[in-house]
């Protein structure tokens, strides 16, 4: 995967494919973006002879297997059609996990505090490969603090790491990782389930359509009804 600094097919990530990855993210990001996901990461590997691995979420970041399952729906038909790769693959559709690649600016920002692992395209103080804690971002950088900074005394070493150098990054796992993930997920069910909860005037009307449903009609007694003669 390497850095594009263009924009094209509408396509907002820092961090991109290139051939025959780039070709499937063109067919499908026009078509993730109509039923309100996105792209995080095309990648083919031998795995199972081939297989074409396409990452997406929900803007939110959300992505669970029903969501899954609709995109793989929505994208065969279309990878049947254009038919980008030439030989034989399995399509599998993934969400990005918690240890996730980072592509856009608000997954930088999203990480910050988090252990991240970034492999750059050019050489940044002889190096192309950093591993440490995202300290902040802004508008063209990445500043990162090196994992080992604190045991060896040198917690003022920061590194600044321009977003167009980079050629991947993503989270590591940690207990720290997990913790903060659980609990965005917690909340969000709590969320949802709110959401789904009706509002207290839907519940008067609820009841007062309950109401209506069992009083009797018109001016009828009870236990009675109207006979043809």
Known sequence: MTAISEDRNDDDRLIRESGIEARVA?????VLGAIGYRLVRVRMTAQDGATLQIMAERPDGTMTVEDCEEVSRA???VLDVEDPI???YQLEISSPGIDRPLVRKEDFAAGEGHLVKIETSIL???RKRF???IVENDEETVT??????????DEDVLFGIPFEAIAEARLVLTDDLVRDALKQEKEERRERKRNRRPSASERAAQRSAK???TEPAGDEEPGTHAEGE
Do not use: V
């Open 86 to 88: 030439d030989t034989a």
């Open 26 to 30: 063109a067919i499908i990001i026009p």
């Open 211 to 213: 109401q209506d449903a």
């Open 124 to 126: 940044l103080d002889g």
């Open 75 to 77: 994208l065969s038909p």
């Open 131 to 133: 591993r440490g804690f």
């Open 144 to 153: 990162i603090e090196p994992e080992t900074a604190e045991e060896e005394g």
